[in-house]
């Protein structure tokens, strides 16, 4: 086409321009919500966090972000539609980016609430649904990703209910929680690590594998993960073994040193928390960003199965670092300081539960709201009363976000869709 | 910005620490019982009126405090121990800083004498309704301890040890004001009809502070029964 062969170039930076601003907007805001629990706990301080998140959340967009990535590229729009008028996928797609990343800065700035994941689907939606056609969208997609959004967070407030049951169960209930706290911690780290090898070998490293010619099974994934589950572990015995019991914090609190050890826990489960949500959210930016450069590179042929540039997630990895960095650390502080009633004992098994979800979620190809799923996993951890209070209010500015967020990202993303067809078309 | 969406706007501030610090503020006001009445039968009115005002300012910072504590706890505010028992036991707290001011107050107004035969036992009551208030700080001071087991296992034990020696300790106050009494009644009639009047009601409010003290530690029991 005429379009791709002219513009292509700058379609194609305009897309990763947008891209990036978009991972810019994940890095700035999202990623301190999903490690504001650490801070606020105090198991990290702000340069811990963002130092983690750096390495985590580029980690989970580069090893396991690929499945969220194709489902934003080509699974909330149905591919067929497009395939006499690519060009319209290229214009939709440029404009899902601005919308979102626009409604993004637009909410931020008034306080409302927003969702990076909302605001992208609704505008993916809005473009398809009314630029093109009724048709365009694959609704029942769309539908499991929207029941995904209730469903996520009721299952990490059942994971989270779990974990901090257990933990009741294994160590605080019993005379000496200190000593237990030490010999069970290391178990929860296992989990950890295995769930994140897990995750990466199954969806991530699939395509390194096909490469070099090599594959897993199942049970040898497991074997694998298991025994990067061990590793893990076994470095989480040598932080703790180096936790003293400190008898002066005890005369305030008794259960001062076992907060100590859980402590350490959180920092193998902030790595999970930044590594899941690297692998779900990047996608939001990525994501369309890959539609419009699959189509350019084919010159309008919308390739069913295409793999996907390295350098597109590598993008997305650096612009959620590049928020971070530049806007990132002080929203986190900001959080972290507002949130000082979570000990690590208990901000353990939220983070935990979120984590584990939306790494299934990632895996399974849903993007769904990190933030949400992690509100889910803190109540969890408030039923099984763990926790000194908890505002039954954000849930229904959980609910708002939905309300907002989903026609404001379909509508932005509509005006900038005509706008692009005018210009380009 | 303002991150209205940020996961900090779910956690709203616990209530016990709050709940705590009351009860500290309000234990304190009880223990200057002891020494009120030690400059009241000490014939030191000047230093008894010291006391009152520290009594009295005591008392409205308690007021004070429960009127925040009120002010921070919304129906909307999720607690893993029931909101209205939290409003209950502070009442009761409220109550020990209410009565110990009424009872100083009386006494300084009236420039009260205690007889010289009941002084060492008054004194001696006095002290053990302080003490009784003192151990309900104590169980009120594992609420945090509570929370971190999720109110179970060994600290439940725990604190219903404590609440145990709460109740043993009421116990002993009301053995000792049944004893007051009786003595005094064994001396009234030498008395002017309303001083005895009141002596009697002096000694009933103190019995009270004793009284609400181990009623605070039974609606802690309520918490745990949860």
Redesign the interface.
Known sequence: MDLFSEYGTILIILAGAFGFFMAWGVGA?DV??AM??SV?SKALTIKQAILIAMVFEFAGAYLAGGEVTSTIRKGIVDSEIFTNSPDLLVFGMLSALLAAGTWLMIA??M?????TTHSIVGAIVGFAAVGVSVDAVNWSKVSTIVASWVVSPVIAGTISFAL?RSV?TLI????DPFVRAKKYAPLYMFAVGFLMAMVTILKGLKHVFKDIGMSLSFSESIVWSAMFGILVAMLGSYLLSKVKRDLVLEEK???AN?ERVFAVLMIFTACSMAFAHGSNDVANAVGPLAAVVNVVNSGGVILAKSTMPSWILLLGGAGIVFGLATYGFK?MG??GR??????P?RGFAAELGAAATVVFASGTGLPIST?HT??GA??GV?L???????????IG?IFL?WVVTLPAGAGLSILFFFFFKGVFG | MDFSNSISNLFGKSPIRPLQEHMSLVVNCASHLESFFEAVIADQWDKASEIFDLVASNENEADDLKKQFRLNMPKSLFMPVSRADLLGILAQQDNIANITKDVCGIVLGRKMNIPNTLQSDFIGYVKSAIETCEKARKAIEELDELLETGFTGQEVKFVKKLIRELDAQEQKVDKKERKLRQRLFKIEAEIPPVNVMFLYNVIDNIGEVADVAEQIGNQLELLLAK
């Open positions: 805001n301190a919500n504001g629990t606020g931020s700035f306080g409302w609430p927003v969702s901090f009741q605080l209930v019993h005379d609190n008794r259960f076992v929203v900001t959080i507002k949130i000082t009633e979570l000990t004992s933030t992690l509100v803190v109540l408030g099984a009363r763990g926790i000194g209070a908890l505002n039954l209010k954000m500015s976000s």
